[in-house]
């Protein structure tokens, strides 16, 4: 029974592999397709300072408008735009996309852009952001670009001087996804970076325990030490928020705030935030 059983197992696993197999292969044809016809969008989620809830900028984050399915998250096909070099396109794409919205929003809100190895490591990617900028005239210090810890982790010259072109530009670099990287924390001090972006894990786990308190206290610390913004990613509760106020982390970003909006939602929100910032003035004003 026992064999009978492990059999059956391992058909379903075969067929399962089969179809993952197959799916990753039909995948990047579409993907390929969508590519050609340019068939994604950006949403852009508010990053907020968490003692007041302003926004200061917000993050752009790439959808794919599938003909059948509807809008795809990155999740499911960031890897295989990684495997296929597609990322290149796609990444260019929405870099130019950010830039460009962010030059029509109200305000001075920044757009911070992720940015793949491969496409950072691609030929001309710092003349690329270069004259994206110049083209939609975005002051530099508009623009946030995030890369992972993965990046770093090779000894790698080429990534050193354009992280370092770009600083000097004006352009902020953050490392995104904070704390769930295998490189040693020694880097931190010579990298040239100006963000910590805390992984959502921690975010979502601050409330439960004061070991995850102490967790994200540390990078917070650490950050303050090392001169380096904080931003929190994922806050979905109130609890959340509050345990962050008391660590003193400066910037988040979550569901309690905003999901990620579209294109055209976000002069609206900051139009919103500002009239209801007027209301409050006048309304303290009046007393
Ligand atoms: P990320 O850069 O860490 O972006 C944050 C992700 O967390 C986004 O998922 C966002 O929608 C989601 N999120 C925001 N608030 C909350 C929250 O309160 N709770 C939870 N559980 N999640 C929240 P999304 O949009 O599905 O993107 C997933 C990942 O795909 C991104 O993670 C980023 O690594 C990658 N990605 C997105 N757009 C691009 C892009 O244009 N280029 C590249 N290379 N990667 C991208
Ligand atoms: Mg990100
Ligand atoms: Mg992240
Ligand atoms: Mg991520």
Known sequence: L????????????????????????????????????????????PIVGVADGETVG????????????????PDEFIDVAEETGLIEPIGDWVLQQ???????????????VNV?????????????????LAEACLPAERLMLEITERLLLRDDEQVWLDLTGLRE?????????????FSSLSYLQQVPIDVLKIDKTFTATVASSTRQQAIVDGIV????????????EGI???ADRDLLRLIQCPYGQGYLYSQPLAPDEVAGWLRFEHDTAGAEIAAIAKR
């Open 116 to 132: 793949s190895a491969r496409q950072f490591r691609a030929p001309y990617f710092v003349d690329k952001v270069r004259k994206a």
């Open 221 to 232: 610390r650490l950050a303050q030490t090392l001169n380096l913004e904080v931003v929190a």
């Open 169 to 181: 530009m004006g352009v902020r670099i953050a490392i995104d996804d904070f704390g769930t990287g």
């Open 2 to 45: 026992a064999k009978g059983a492990g059999k059956g197992r391992w058909r379903r696993y075969q067929a399962a592999l089969h179809s993952a197999v197959l799916q990753r292969i039909e995948m990047r044809a579409a993907l390929e397709q969508a590519v050609a016809d340019l068939n994604f969008t950006v949403a852009y989620q």
């Open 98 to 112: 950010a830039i460009t919205m962010a030059t029509a929003w109200p305000g001075t809100p920044y757009v911070s």
């Open 236 to 238: 979905e509760t109130e």
């Open 58 to 73: 917000f993050e752009a984050l790439v959808r794919w408008r599938h003909p059948t399915l509807g809008m795809v998250s």
